[in-house]
């Protein structure tokens, strides 16, 4: 990328200084509408490239900032991708669930602190400007799902849906794979819930609110900042702020049970705003609430710490230092039990805001649980049996 400093490798514990190839690095992003400003190598190839900065577009005053080439525009790209099986299975005590739903493998919505980005490595993609780029659709997740809940081992519990990769992110209006899914959950009257940042949701209204009047589903929309300007930067494809709670609200007068995540908090950019979040929230009817303190698994950290550069380079050392400060010295701690939560005095002081503010505005953290015991298994040959 001509204009564009090599970009460093910043270990865990490297001490908060400013890079040492920090001059000339250009401002604002470097591809148009993506929140990762580059792609970092796979950690599975065995062949390495790195970019490296030849002082082309360099100011003439080592003062000046690198006015550095426009924007590049990159297309998305979607593949079929040929899995022959849709529910994926954990043993996290992390999160409330064991099986899962991802119709898509990376995501188009491009924020750029996403902790599933190290997963497009696994097909042999960066987890930067490729994960939210060229993207891999499951046209027949709805038939290999009617299979899966057709076998006679299967035992039904509740279905996450958005654990990975956002279910609504924009190719969903045509591809249409999470409504399909959605019409097979609620042909058997199996329990799903869903996370999302999208508005698109609404669009499925009329599955999902027949359901939530069985105890069937409940939504979740990350809303990580009310901010417009910070969620275009931050996260370039997702919804706006205002439409996401326009989604919590028509979602909630359907009837469905809808959470509010403040989900991550990134501290030095939107931490101030956790309460104002979820008064916001709450008034268009949500009440379920949660947050998550950002963390930075894997190449995220180099793409954050990138970001930070182009967009608020001076507050990089202090947010950067107060996520070390989070997570024991580290920017992430993989470890159960401890990646979802923040430590330290910033950490505590986190938890009190938001259980101060989740009692006062009558918010509850732990949902009702989804009903399982409607469940009906589809016929073997795809056709729906019946009750009696």
């Known amino acids: 990328m001509t204009g564009m400093d090599p970009v460093t490798r910043i270990p865990d514990s490297t001490p908060l200084d400013p890079w ?20 970092p190598p796979n950690r599975y190839e065995t062949i390495r490239r790195d970019p490296f900065f030849d002082g082309w577009d360099a100011p003439a005053d080592p003062g000046e900032a690198a006015a550095g080439p426009p924007a590049a525009s990159v297309p998305t790209t979607v593949t079929v991708d040929a899995t022959r099986t849709v529910i994926a299975r954990n043993d996290s005590p992390d999160v409330g669930f064991d099986r899962s739903i991802n119709p898509y493998r990376g995501c188009e919505h491009g924020c750029v602190y996403c902790y599933a980005r190290p997963s497009h490595a696994w097909l042999g993609l960066s987890p930067g400007v490729d994960f939210e780029t060229r993207l ?12 899966e809940l057709a076998r006679p081992s299967y035992a039904c519990a509740p279905i996450a849906m958005g654990t990975n990769t956002d279910p609504y992110q924009p190719v969903e209006r045509e591809r249409r794979i999470t409504r399909g899914i959605l019409k097979v959950l609620s042909d058997c ?7 999302t940042k999208s508005a698109l949701i609404e669009r499925d209204i009329d599955i999902l609110a027949p359901m939530a009047e069985k105890g069937l589903t409940a939504a979740a929309l990350s809303v990580t900042t009310l901010e417009g300007q910070v969620a275009r930067a931050m996260e370039p494809r997702a919804a706006a702020p205002v439409r996401r709670l326009a989604a919590i609200r028509s979602l909630s007068e359907a009837g469905i049970p809808v959470r509010v995540m403040v989900a991550p908090v990134v501290p030095g950019i939107t931490d101030h705003e956790m309460e104002s979040i979820l008064e916001a929230a709450r008034d268009a009817g949500a009440s379920l609430a949660s947050y998550i303190v950002l963390r930075l698994p894997g190449e995220v950290k180099d793409l954050f710490a990138d970001w930070l550069d182009a967009h608020y380079p001076d507050r990089r050392n202090k947010v950067l230092n107060t996520i070390r400060s989070l997570r024991e010295g580290r920017l992430n701690n993989a470890e159960w039990g401890e990646r979802m939560v923040g430590k330290g005095a910033f950490g505590k002081a986190l938890d009190l805001r938001f259980a101060m503010a989740a009692r006062r505005l009558g918010l509850k953290r732990e949902s009702k649980p989804l009903r399982t015991d409607l469940f009906v298994k589809p016929a073997r040959d795809g056709r729906q049996m019946n009750l009696f």
Do not use: D, M, Y
């Open 189 to 195: 009257n199996h329990p799903v819930t869903i996370v």
């Open 136 to 147: 891999f659709a499951k046209p027949e997740a709805a038939a290999l799902l009617r299979q």
């Open 20 to 39: 040492s190839n920090h001059a000339g690095r250009p401002s604002g992003p470097a591809f148009r509408g993506r929140g990762a400003g580059f792609n």
